[in-house]
Protein backbone atom coordinates (compact mmCIF):
# COMPACT_ATOMS: atom_id res chain seq x y z
CA UNK A 1 0.00 0.00 0.00
CA UNK A 2 0.99 3.51 0.36
CA UNK A 3 1.70 6.06 3.03
CA UNK A 4 1.76 9.85 2.43
CA UNK A 5 3.16 11.81 5.33
CA UNK A 6 2.84 15.67 5.58
CA UNK A 7 2.63 18.30 8.64
CA UNK A 8 -1.02 18.85 9.96
CA UNK A 9 -0.86 22.83 10.05
CA UNK A 10 1.78 25.57 8.74
CA UNK A 11 1.60 29.46 9.83
CA UNK A 12 3.16 31.85 7.49
CA UNK A 13 3.14 35.76 7.06
CA UNK A 14 1.47 37.78 4.16
CA UNK A 15 4.15 38.35 1.64
CA UNK A 16 6.21 35.11 3.12
CA UNK A 17 7.20 31.97 1.31
CA UNK A 18 6.05 28.93 2.80
CA UNK A 19 7.28 24.84 1.64
CA UNK A 20 5.02 22.01 2.49
CA UNK A 21 7.04 18.71 2.56
CA UNK A 22 5.33 15.74 1.60
CA UNK A 23 6.90 11.85 1.62
CA UNK A 24 5.54 9.03 0.23
CA UNK A 25 6.27 5.17 -0.18
CA UNK A 26 4.55 3.53 -3.13
CA UNK A 27 5.96 -0.16 -5.03
CA UNK A 28 4.70 1.72 -8.68
CA UNK A 29 4.92 5.46 -8.48
CA UNK A 30 3.33 6.76 -11.52
CA UNK A 31 2.96 10.82 -10.69
CA UNK A 32 2.40 12.86 -7.57
CA UNK A 33 -0.40 15.46 -7.59
CA UNK A 34 -0.88 18.53 -5.37
CA UNK A 35 -4.08 19.83 -4.95
CA UNK A 36 -5.52 23.30 -3.08
CA UNK A 37 -8.87 23.37 -1.14
CA UNK A 38 -10.32 25.48 0.99
CA UNK A 39 -12.86 25.16 3.46
CA UNK A 40 -16.06 23.13 2.52
CA UNK A 41 -14.93 23.69 -1.30
CA UNK A 42 -13.62 21.31 -3.80
CA UNK A 43 -10.22 20.15 -4.51
CA UNK A 44 -8.76 22.25 -6.85
CA UNK A 45 -5.63 21.26 -9.26
CA UNK A 46 -2.38 22.91 -8.72
CA UNK A 47 0.47 20.79 -10.00
CA UNK A 48 1.88 17.59 -11.51
CA UNK A 49 5.32 15.95 -11.17
CA UNK A 50 6.14 12.58 -12.68
CA UNK A 51 9.93 13.36 -13.29
CA UNK A 52 13.01 14.53 -10.63
CA UNK A 53 12.65 18.33 -10.32
CA UNK A 54 10.98 21.76 -10.25
CA UNK A 55 8.01 22.60 -12.12
CA UNK A 56 7.05 26.28 -11.46
CA UNK A 57 3.43 27.84 -12.87
CA UNK A 58 3.41 31.42 -11.48
CA UNK A 59 3.78 31.95 -7.17
CA UNK A 60 3.20 27.88 -6.69
CA UNK A 61 6.25 25.69 -7.89
CA UNK A 62 6.43 21.33 -6.91
CA UNK A 63 9.57 19.13 -6.56
CA UNK A 64 10.28 15.85 -6.85
CA UNK A 65 12.54 13.53 -5.98
CA UNK A 66 11.65 10.10 -6.99
CA UNK A 67 14.40 7.93 -5.15
CA UNK A 68 13.93 9.94 -2.16
CA UNK A 69 9.71 9.50 -2.26
CA UNK A 70 9.64 12.89 -1.28
CA UNK A 71 8.09 16.14 -3.07
CA UNK A 72 7.37 19.32 -1.68
CA UNK A 73 5.07 22.59 -2.70
CA UNK A 74 6.23 25.97 -2.42
CA UNK A 75 4.21 29.09 -2.07
CA UNK A 76 5.69 32.15 -3.04
CA UNK A 77 4.69 35.76 -2.34
CA UNK A 78 2.05 34.32 0.30
CA UNK A 79 -1.38 36.12 -0.14
CA UNK A 80 -4.86 36.09 2.39
CA UNK A 81 -6.56 33.89 -0.39
CA UNK A 82 -3.72 30.92 0.07
CA UNK A 83 -5.29 30.08 3.07
CA UNK A 84 -6.22 26.57 2.29
CA UNK A 85 -5.33 23.22 3.38
CA UNK A 86 -3.02 21.37 0.57
CA UNK A 87 -3.47 18.11 -0.35
CA UNK A 88 -0.25 15.81 -1.67
CA UNK A 89 -1.62 12.57 -3.91
CA UNK A 90 0.02 10.11 -4.97
CA UNK A 91 -0.93 7.69 -8.52
CA UNK A 92 0.40 3.81 -8.09
CA UNK A 93 0.71 1.81 -11.01
CA UNK A 94 0.06 -1.37 -8.80
CA UNK A 95 -3.09 0.44 -6.88
CA UNK A 96 -4.62 0.71 -10.60
CA UNK A 97 -3.63 4.17 -11.05
CA UNK A 98 -5.95 5.18 -8.67
CA UNK A 99 -4.91 8.27 -6.18
CA UNK A 100 -3.89 7.99 -2.22
CA UNK A 101 -3.85 11.04 -0.78
CA UNK A 102 -1.83 12.50 2.28
CA UNK A 103 -4.16 14.10 4.91
CA UNK A 104 -3.17 17.48 3.97
CA UNK A 105 -1.45 20.52 5.08
CA UNK A 106 -3.95 23.49 6.66
CA UNK A 107 -2.04 26.48 5.82
CA UNK A 108 -2.85 29.78 7.69
CA UNK A 109 -1.86 33.32 6.28
CA UNK A 110 -1.72 36.31 8.59
CA UNK A 111 -1.52 39.58 8.05
CA UNK B 1 -17.90 23.24 -20.50
CA UNK B 2 -19.85 22.23 -17.28
CA UNK B 3 -17.55 20.99 -14.44
CA UNK B 4 -17.87 17.83 -12.55
CA UNK B 5 -21.67 17.77 -10.84
CA UNK B 6 -23.11 16.70 -7.94
CA UNK B 7 -26.42 16.57 -5.82
CA UNK B 8 -27.43 16.99 -3.63
CA UNK B 9 -24.98 19.78 -2.05
CA UNK B 10 -26.51 18.77 1.46
CA UNK B 11 -28.16 15.99 2.73
CA UNK B 12 -30.02 15.16 6.20
CA UNK B 13 -30.88 11.93 6.92
CA UNK B 14 -32.19 9.54 10.12
CA UNK B 15 -30.23 6.73 11.13
CA UNK B 16 -31.76 3.80 9.05
CA UNK B 17 -32.24 5.57 6.36
CA UNK B 18 -31.02 5.57 2.56
CA UNK B 19 -28.38 8.33 1.21
CA UNK B 20 -28.52 8.24 -2.36
CA UNK B 21 -25.38 10.92 -3.94
CA UNK B 22 -25.08 11.13 -7.87
CA UNK B 23 -22.62 12.89 -9.66
CA UNK B 24 -22.40 13.68 -12.98
CA UNK B 25 -19.10 13.65 -14.58
CA UNK B 26 -17.66 16.53 -16.76
CA UNK B 27 -18.29 16.31 -20.77
CA UNK B 28 -15.47 13.99 -22.33
CA UNK B 29 -15.31 12.30 -19.41
CA UNK B 30 -15.39 8.34 -18.62
CA UNK B 31 -13.63 7.73 -14.79
CA UNK B 32 -15.52 8.41 -12.13
CA UNK B 33 -13.84 8.58 -8.42
CA UNK B 34 -15.79 8.87 -5.41
CA UNK B 35 -13.69 9.79 -2.00
CA UNK B 36 -15.26 10.61 1.41
CA UNK B 37 -13.60 13.07 3.89
CA UNK B 38 -14.25 13.81 7.31
CA UNK B 39 -13.52 17.14 9.33
CA UNK B 40 -10.35 17.75 9.38
CA UNK B 41 -9.19 14.94 7.18
CA UNK B 42 -7.66 14.08 3.97
CA UNK B 43 -9.51 12.19 1.35
CA UNK B 44 -9.96 9.14 1.62
CA UNK B 45 -11.07 6.67 -1.56
CA UNK B 46 -13.88 4.71 -2.27
CA UNK B 47 -14.61 3.37 -5.15
CA UNK B 48 -12.65 3.75 -9.30
CA UNK B 49 -15.98 3.21 -11.76
CA UNK B 50 -16.08 3.38 -15.97
CA UNK B 51 -19.22 3.11 -17.81
CA UNK B 52 -20.94 0.42 -16.61
CA UNK B 53 -17.73 -1.30 -14.70
CA UNK B 54 -16.45 -1.20 -11.26
CA UNK B 55 -13.03 -0.66 -11.67
CA UNK B 56 -12.06 -0.75 -8.10
CA UNK B 57 -13.78 -0.49 -4.79
CA UNK B 58 -11.24 -1.70 -2.66
CA UNK B 59 -11.79 1.68 -0.44
CA UNK B 60 -15.59 1.08 -0.13
CA UNK B 61 -16.92 -0.73 2.97
CA UNK B 62 -18.62 -4.15 2.11
CA UNK B 63 -21.86 -3.91 3.53
CA UNK B 64 -24.37 -0.35 3.10
CA UNK B 65 -22.46 0.54 0.23
CA UNK B 66 -22.84 0.25 -3.41
CA UNK B 67 -21.91 2.44 -6.51
CA UNK B 68 -22.84 2.66 -10.12
CA UNK B 69 -22.21 4.32 -13.60
CA UNK B 70 -24.36 2.86 -15.89
CA UNK B 71 -24.66 3.89 -19.29
CA UNK B 72 -27.00 6.53 -19.07
CA UNK B 73 -27.56 8.79 -16.29
CA UNK B 74 -25.19 9.82 -13.83
CA UNK B 75 -23.32 7.87 -11.21
CA UNK B 76 -24.35 7.16 -7.78
CA UNK B 77 -23.19 6.29 -4.37
CA UNK B 78 -25.70 4.69 -2.95
CA UNK B 79 -25.61 4.47 1.25
CA UNK B 80 -28.02 1.93 2.97
CA UNK B 81 -28.92 1.93 6.43
CA UNK B 82 -27.20 5.13 7.42
CA UNK B 83 -25.22 5.34 10.48
CA UNK B 84 -24.05 8.30 12.03
CA UNK B 85 -20.03 7.54 11.26
CA UNK B 86 -21.19 7.97 7.34
CA UNK B 87 -21.56 11.79 8.18
CA UNK B 88 -18.91 13.32 5.81
CA UNK B 89 -18.41 15.23 2.77
CA UNK B 90 -18.46 12.42 -0.39
CA UNK B 91 -16.52 13.92 -2.89
CA UNK B 92 -16.62 12.65 -6.61
CA UNK B 93 -14.06 13.27 -9.42
CA UNK B 94 -13.44 12.25 -13.05
CA UNK B 95 -10.45 11.89 -15.14
CA UNK B 96 -10.61 11.56 -19.43
CA UNK B 97 -9.03 8.49 -18.27
CA UNK B 98 -5.81 9.00 -21.04
CA UNK B 99 -2.67 8.71 -19.39
CA UNK B 100 0.24 9.09 -22.26
CA UNK B 101 -0.56 12.93 -23.49
CA UNK B 102 -2.28 14.38 -19.71
CA UNK B 103 -1.69 14.68 -16.66
CA UNK B 104 -4.78 12.44 -16.58
CA UNK B 105 -5.26 14.60 -13.06
CA UNK B 106 -8.93 14.34 -11.34
CA UNK B 107 -11.26 17.20 -11.89
CA UNK B 108 -13.40 16.95 -8.50
CA UNK B 109 -17.11 18.47 -8.02
CA UNK B 110 -18.24 20.66 -4.96
CA UNK B 111 -19.32 17.51 -3.41
CA UNK B 112 -22.13 16.20 -0.81
CA UNK B 113 -22.27 16.85 2.39
CA UNK B 114 -24.14 14.18 4.14
CA UNK B 115 -25.61 14.36 7.75
CA UNK B 116 -27.07 11.57 9.86
CA UNK B 117 -29.01 12.75 12.74
Known amino acids: GQNIDQPTEMTATEGAIVQINCTYQ??????LFWYQQHAGEAPTFLSY????GLEEKGRFSSFLSRSKGYSYLLLKELQMKDSASYLC????????????FGGGTRVLVKP | NAGVMQNPRHLVRRRGQEARLRCSPM?????VYWYRQLPEEGLKFMVY????????ESGMPKERFSAEFPKEGPSILRIQQVVRGDSAAYFC???????????????FGPGTRLTVL
Open chain 2, 93 to 107: ASSPGFVTTTYNEQF
Open chain 1, 26 to 31: TSGFNG
Open chain 1, 49 to 52: NVLD
Open chain 1, 89 to 100: AVRDKAAGNKLT
Open chain 2, 27 to 31: KGHSH
Open chain 2, 49 to 56: LQKENIID
